[in-house]
């Protein structure tokens, strides 16, 4: 139940093409839901998060989709850039109470072809 | 600017040899953790401290303790370290649990 499960494992993208990634969870008491963004050598880093009470959330060219019924949200990267080749984990988090801590996907490499 | 900061970024330790790496904010959040993140492997939570709460993993090893002895600072202790625990070790911080959290960039830990 504690599991977020993300897919693909690995994505090869054209420059100005568009990147999707998908996770879906089981724990519906989990209430935030964000994407980080890993650079090898570096820490993750949020690049955008998501509450269970809207159904899209866009920063830029990142949007974020949810769908509370499904289970299931996406992250969405508009004209893929070179710049955004990195891998990137889904998580998702239950806010109050003892447990609030994040579980995270198995993450996605994504590289983007110029 | 307000980070997370690790130290140091790459160590090398003996097999069985005691290591200790920090971790230091300047965001003043009451939690603090510590993940595990092997190669091509999600983060792996071992422990989290909230404010002095010392939260321990089921599933985290004994060899690997924590000290939190203020706000700002947090190590982690891995007593015995084995071929096995090589790994990055990344801290992160929020002001609650669960949500905004905001990772130093991490300790590369080789065991020779």
């Known amino acids: 139940q504690q599991q977020v499960k993300q897919s693909p494992q690995s994505l090869i993208v054209q420059k100005g093409g568009i990147s999707i990634i998908n996770c879906a969870y089981e724990n519906t008491a989990f209430d935030y839901f964000p994407w980080y963004q890993q650079f090898p050598g570096k820490g993750p880093a949020l690049l955008i998060a998501i509450r269970p009470d809207v159904s899209e959330k866009k920063e830029g060219r990142f949007t974020i989709s949810f769908n509370k019924s499904a289970k299931q949200f996406s992250l969405h990267i508009m004209d893929s850039q070179p710049g955004d080749s990195a891998t990137y984990f889904c998580a998702a988090s239950k806010g109050s109470g003892n447990t609030g801590k994040l579980i995270f996907g198995q993450g996605t490499t994504l590289q983007v072809k110029p | 600017d307000a980070m997370v900061i690790q130290n140091p970024r790459y160590q090398v330790t003996q097999f069985g040899k005691p290591v200790t790496l920090s971790c230091s904010q300047t965001?003043?959040?009451?939690?603090m953790y510590w993940y595990q993140q092997k190669s091509s492997q999600a983060p792996k939570l071992l422990f989290h401290y909230y404010d002095k709460d010392f939260n321990n993993e089921a599933d985290t090893p004994d060899n690997f303790q924590s000290r939190r002895p203020n706000t700002s600072f947090c190590f982690l202790d891995i007593r015995s370290p084995g071929l096995g625990d090589a790994a990055m070790y990344l801290c992160?911080?929020?002001?609650?649990?669960?949500?905004?959290?905001?990772f130093g960039s991490g300790t590369r830990l080789t065991v020779v």
């Open positions: 965001l003043n959040h009451n939690v």
């Open positions: 992160a911080t929020s002001r609650d649990r669960g949500q905004g959290y905001t």
